[in-house]
């Protein structure tokens, strides 16, 4: 019987469609399972056969899952805000969102066609109004709210305010910007603005300057993984370091919980180390040093407080607002230059080039409080600003930059630590037993000569023992138009929340999406952008008086923000009171099994957690986490094509002349060659870009051949494979079974569209299973306990496979077992049924089409999985191997019943056995039970 899996798949996604077969309810006594892939972002290309590999893995377990009898939120949504729209905005002067709807309409019709059981009821999309309304009420319960330290978690900003009026700054214990000291008369006396400044100083969402990565030719900051080179990722413009007035995350608040949250999750270990670097707890001392003829002190951290004694210099962070006041008139025009070329690097590039130490002498010193020695203090691009107090006593002895900076500066180098490590010459002994050049600390471990140098420094009053973490707070603004409109309106230099009945604030139509021309960010093109406090709403610009109608935000959110919570509206995504009810997100708790790429670990999924311990903090969720177990899928990488032009010409030489010439490698489109094969058809290439209209070529053999090499595959490569042109040929049920057999999930793997026939083939087989000739042929005869047992060991493999995730290995037993049926020319209901249910999580629009015709008619999708017998696995005789001196004979069936002992005695008198022995008495008969038999004569 013909397969015709075009009329198959349409006939099967529509009927889905239409009775809304994967609408999740709320209200039911199943148990819940919540299976969630990473956010996607539609982009204007659409998706290529490298993205659904994820989409297809968490679909097989949601499908999987509802087959065992859960109730299934398996939502979908888009993450439609951010740069890259608003950038073809700027170009072609299409509004984002047109272009926003486009792109997400383009992935919905490819998705779809894939087959994915997602609830399209709950899609979300970032950038409308409905949504981000709920993202900027969560902004300002964060503006709201401090973090306490007493009692580990955020507090609503009123409980700080009460404490002010009755006790002032005093025994307040709070993640700030700044330590304050004032009495609650001061409080009491102090004017609404003095009281909001100092709140700022303890608000989870604040403003303050912040050194940021800014870039001109696009008009925004950018976080660092929006950076390669120094340049934008977009567009490839320079991006240099800049001070500004920015919105901020106090994110460093929970450090400590999303370092010991990592314990509590089932995630991949590099991602969990990952995070863990990123954040970065390390513990040690802060100590102050004064500075020869100034009133000025550095302030310093360090984890190896007992080498003080061995620091011979200072640097500081060129953002250090140290360096403006210490640097000497002699030093500064080198400094002002040294910190102009080091705005143009990026901090990542600064962390990242550990190798080339530069710098820049201020002219000052800084006193050593234990020896009294003046240490010279200079500026370098190594220490950042952001991290500790943007300032370090170097150890050149102990700490490898340090040795190079004091090498390339020919500074003194203090050895103070004499342990075996350093007889064996091992300069850069970090955690060993320490014996220092000091009386007091002569002969001490580590631990112990660490515990009485803090013992020391707070007895001289310059500094305390503390517990220092890398991360910083998470910059919010953004200086572009197509984001969340921040929620906030300023009266008297001073930031307000807009009331909530104010919400959504919606994202004003504007002219022009670049900055204003006094360098505002696009929003300050707007007509109608101001707040009239009076009437509690949004009007026209030209009447902000500073009165009554005040300037709204001008910048947007990152594209973080409404990622950093999407996961909790797919829970109650139509609701316009509350961001999601709350006994749903009780019910529906964590993510259960989330899967996306590694590429976030340090951004989104760093972001996600924070906020979800907010919102448990304030009471709107009840648990910590937001994802549970979490998968990083591999890619799916694509063959490149390359043709190889000699320099200075539009010539183009075949790859094996190549060597003869100085050439430059070029990408192709693969959908340039012939067939299948690696020769180019060389008048498509000229036809391909106007560029290669002229070209001419240097042929082998009569041919051109290009070169080729599997890397990641992407449009700027040309070696993308777009999935519809895979469902009209194979189909979906063969795409999907296709992504799933190329390897274990993790890894990346090499995409060949050939390989498809393959996997086709076997749908065809699976198909004809049911059918004998053109005639559905269904029998409704006991099967034999052959036929049970290919069942049953199909069954146990498959459970297996799907809850390890090795969904590779399921499609080769399905392979195997459909040959195995076939061969025994099986076509029993009691098989054919519960084998269509088992495939059905990574073929459903076959096996739905089968499940139709072998009479039922509701989907297979809620059918129960098939449970395992074990007794069909039992084998009733096993073919012993029987070997003389090591080599097989033959096979002998004997019950499985029998012991070892009668084995040997039925090998040993059957007539084979007998006829080579010549009746010698054997020398050792060797039974392992079960498996073989071994005669030595």
């Known amino acids: 019987m013909f397969y015709d899996h075009q009329q198959i798949e349409k006939k099967w996604q529509k009927y889905w469609e239409d009775n809304q077969t994967y609408k999740t309810s709320n209200n039911t006594d199943k148990p819940k399972f919540y299976v969630l892939d990473m956010f996607p972002y539609p982009s204007g290309a659409g998706l290529h056969v490298g993205h659904p590999l994820g989409y297809i893995a968490s679909d097989i377990y949601a499908r999987y899952k509802r087959h065992q009898g859960f109730n299934v ?19 072609t002067g299409q509004h984002p969102a047109v272009t926003t709807e486009q792109n997400i309409n383009r992935y919905e019709e490819q998705l779809r066609k894939i087959g994915f059981s997602f609830d399209w009821s709950r899609e979300v999309r970032t950038s409308d109004a409905s949504y981000y309304k709920w993202t900027q009420w969560i902004f300002i319960q964060l503006f709201h709210s401090w973090y ?15 404490h002010f009026e009755e006790n002032g700054s005093l025994d307040v214990n709070a993640n700030q910007n700044e330590e304050l000291n004032f009495t609650a008369e001061e409080w009491k006396e102090a004017s609404e603005i003095d009281k909001e400044d100092i709140l700022l100083n303890y608000r989870l969402s604040f403003r303050a300057e912040t050194t940021v990565n800014w870039c001109p030719a696009l008009g925004t900051v950018l976080a660092n993984d929006e950076i390669k080179d120094g340049k934008s990722e977009r567009g490839g413009f320079p991006v240099f370091q800049k001070k500004m007035m920015q919105w901020s995350m106090r994110i460093s608040a929970y450090s400590e919980r999303l370092l010991q949250g990592l314990k509590t999750l089932d995630w991949p270990q590099p991602l969990k180390d990952a995070q863990e670097y990123w954040i970065g707890k390390s513990q040690g001392a802060q100590v102050r040093f004064n500075i020869d003829s100034h009133d000025e002190i550095v302030e310093v951290f360090t984890t190896r407080p007992d080498t003080i004694f061995g620091a011979t210099f200072m640097v500081l962070a060129p953002e250090n607002p140290l360096v403006e006041t210490i640097t000497t008139a002699e030093q500064k025009a080198e400094v002002d230059t040294y910190i102009e070329e080091t705005s143009k690097k990026s901090e990542r590039d600064r962390m990242s080039d550990v190798k080339n130490v530069s710098g820049a002498f201020t002219g000052s010193y800084a006193i050593n409080p234990f020896s009294n020695e003046k240490m010279p203090i200079y500026i370098s691009d190594y220490v950042l600003m952001g991290y500790g107090t943007g300032a370090v006593m170097a150890v050149p002895a102990h700490d490898e930059r340090d040795h190079r900076f004091a090498k390339k500066f020919n500074l003194e180098i203090k050895k103070v630590v004499e342990t075996e490590e350093d007889v064996r010459e091992k ?17 001490l471990s580590y631990d112990e000569a660490k515990a009485l140098m803090i013992d020391a420094i707070e007895k001289k009053g310059i500094g305390h023992g503390t517990t220092n973490y890398r991360q910083r707070d998470a910059i919010f603004s953004r200086q572009r138009y197509w984001g969340e409109p921040v929620p906030i309106y300023y009266k008297d230099g001073m930031p307000y929340t807009l009331p909530n009945s ?17 360098g505002d960010p696009p929003l300050g093109n707007s007509k109608t952008f101001a707040w009239d406090e009076a009437n509690q709403k949004v009007v026209a610009t030209d009447l902000i008086d500073d009165k009554t109608v005040f300037p709204l935000e001008l910048s947007t959110m990152p594209g973080w923000a409404g990622s950093s919570w999407y996961f909790l509206r797919y829970m109650d995504p139509n609701n316009d009171e509350v961001f999601a009810r709350k006994e749903l997100t009780d019910y529906w708790g964590q993510v259960d099994l989330y899967i996306g790429g590694s590429e976030h670990a340090t951004g989104h999924l760093l972001y996600s957690r924070f906020w979800n311990m907010f919102m448990k903090d304030r009471g709107y969720v009840n648990h910590d986490e937001p994802f549970q177990k979490l998968i990083n899928q591999g890619m799916i990488l694509g063959m490149s094509a390359y043709v190889y032009r000699i320099d200075g010409t539009n010539q183009y030489v075949s790859k094996n002349l190549a060597n003869q010439y100085k050439t430059q490698e070029i990408h192709v489109d693969v959908s340039l060659l012939k067939g299948t094969s690696d020769e180019l058809d060389t008048e498509a290439f000229k036809a391909w870009r106007p560029d290669y209209a002229d070209a001419e070529f240097i042929l082998e053999d009569g041919k051109y051949i290009t070169g080729r090499e599997v890397e990641k595959m992407s449009k700027s490569k040309y070696n993308v494979v777009n999935p519809d042109d895979i469902c009209n040929e194979y189909g979906a049920d063969g795409l999907r079974l296709y992504e799933m057999f190329l390897g274990p999930l993790e890894q990346s793997k090499p995409w060949n569209t050939q390989g498809l026939s393959g996997v086709y083939g076997f749908l065809k087989k699976f198909w004809n299973l049911y059918f004998n000739g053109e005639n559905f042929e269904v029998s409704d005869e006991e099967p034999t306990k052959e036929e049970y047992k290919v069942l049953h060991t199909l069954i146990k493999k498959v459970v297996y496979d799907i809850e390890n995730f090795s969904f590779n290995t399921s499609v080769s037993s399905f392979m195997i077992a459909v040959n195995e049926l076939q061969k025994i020319k099986c076509n029993k209901r009691n098989i054919l049924e519960p084998l269509a249910v088992i495939i059905s999580p990574y073929a459903p629009h076959i096996c739905e089409e089968l499940w139709s015709l072998l009479g039922h008619d509701t989907s297979i999708e809620f059918e129960k999985f098939p449970e395992l017998n074990e007794t069909y696995l039992v084998e009733d005789e096993i073919q012993y191997p029987v070997s003389v001196n090591g080599k097989m004979k033959f096979k002998l069936s004997l019950s499985a019943q029998l012991s070892a002992k009668e084995v040997e005695d039925l090998v040993i008198n059957d007539d084979k056995i007998q006829q080579i022995l010549e009746g010698k008495a054997p020398k050792k008969i060797i039974v392992v039970h079960h498996r073989i038999v071994n005669i030595v004569i």
Do not use: M, R, W
Request: proline share 7%.
């Open 148 to 162: 306490n330290k007493n009692t580990d978690k955020a507090e609503s900003i009123e409980t700080l305010i009460k």
């Open 502 to 518: 104010a919400l959504p604030l919606a994202l004003p139509e504007v002219e022009k999406y670049l900055p204003t021309e006094d």
């Open 73 to 91: 939120l398996h939502p979908v949504g888009y993450d439609s805000f951010g740069l890259p729209a608003e950038q073809y905005a700027i170009q």
């Open 427 to 443: 300069s850069f002994d970090s955690k060993t037993s320490v014996c220092v050049n000091s009386d007091f600390l002569n002969g």
